[in-house]
């Protein structure tokens, strides 16, 4: 299995590998993350979390709201 992110209707980024290995994610610094061996995170995307970048639910009280649905992206622009 590849790395799989799941956008999650009024919530999370949900991130799910076959291994703690596949998932390598990074401050801004380049400094990891230990995962402490999960194969499943989820990533805030209301920002009103207190443990960011990792959600806590907070979504959820204060009313975030995003659908989304799949879509093509064109393709990158050459140069």
């Known amino acids: 299995m590849s790395v799989k992110i799941t956008v999650n209707n009024n919530g999370s980024l949900k991130i799910e590998s ?10 801004s610094t380049g400094k ?3 995962l402490a061996g ?4 989820s990533l805030c995307r209301c ?3 207190a443990n960011k970048p990792f959600c806590d639910g907070a979504h959820s009280r204060c009313g975030f709201e995003s659908t989304v649905v799949a879509t093509i992206l064109p393709p990158p622009k050459a140069g």
Do not use: H, N
């Open 38 to 41: 999960r194969t499943k995170i």
């Open 18 to 27: 076959a291994t703690p290995e596949e998932v390598l994610l990074c401050d």
């Open 32 to 34: 990891q993350f230990d």
């Open 47 to 49: 920002g009103q979390s």
